[in-house]
């Protein structure tokens, strides 16, 4: 059976939050039965990241969990407004939310998928590119990539992945959880578990 985690080598070796980029290997699947979501593996192959309750009948919350369980950060859509826009809280509180994310309907950037905003300033991230295609990232506002995913490499093997299993590369000083909360919040708002309609 093709292994989805990377192999460990002494290049990739690096921790969440070091100084070095980190290449997590994103499943889009859970490993719990009967279930779906999300599960993610570091460069050893270890467990670092889970979404396993993606399909309840609340698909407007959301948890990202780390391997042991543990509330990392709560994922919610944002009621009454225009547009599709969701907040991201810290852990599993629902006040002060840590990030706002919102969807562009612009048609003059038709490259941008998101606006990421800290409570009313302006953008403070944006998202770019293609996620259906998985090749997409995440741009500050010096426009400096700071998290990028892509289609991972074919095994050893040969044999392809197919969508549902990329590559999240996240830079030093950004946080990884944070980039696979905006990886969660693509796929609702392009992928197979969006509320409403289109993909990019």
Not at 18 to 33: A, N, Q, R, Y
Not at 165 to 190: C, N, S, W
Request: charged content about 25%.
């Amino acid at each position: 059976m093709t292994k989805i985690h990377p192999n460990a080598s002494s290049s990739d070796e690096g921790k969440i939050g070091g100084d070095d980029p980190v290449v997590l290997t994103v499943w889009k699947k859970s490993l719990l039965l009967n279930c779906e979501g999300f599960t993610v593996f570091d460069p050893r192959g270890n467990l670092v990241y889970r979404v396993d309750n993606y399909m309840a009948a609340n698909k407007g919350h959301i948890i990202l969990m780390d391997a042991s369980g543990a509330t990392l950060l709560t994922i919610r859509r944002k009621r009454l407004s225009l547009g599709d826009t969701w907040l991201i809280f810290n852990g599993e509180t629902a006040e002060d939310p840590r990030f706002t994310v919102r969807k562009n309907v612009s048609l003059l950037n038709s490259r941008c998928l998101a606006h990421v905003f800290q409570r009313k300033s302006l953008p403070l991230y944006q998202i770019e590119g293609s996620y259906s295609r998985r090749c997409c990232a995440v741009y500050d506002e010096k426009h400096r990539r700071v998290a990028e995913i892509r289609q991972k490499e074919p095994a050893v093997t040969g044999v392809a992945f197919g969508k549902d299993v990329f590559r999240l590369e996240v830079q030093p000083g950004f946080d990884a959880e944070v980039a696979m909360g905006m990886v969660i919040l693509l796929d609702q708002m392009y992928g197979s578990g969006r509320f409403i309609g289109g993909s990019h």
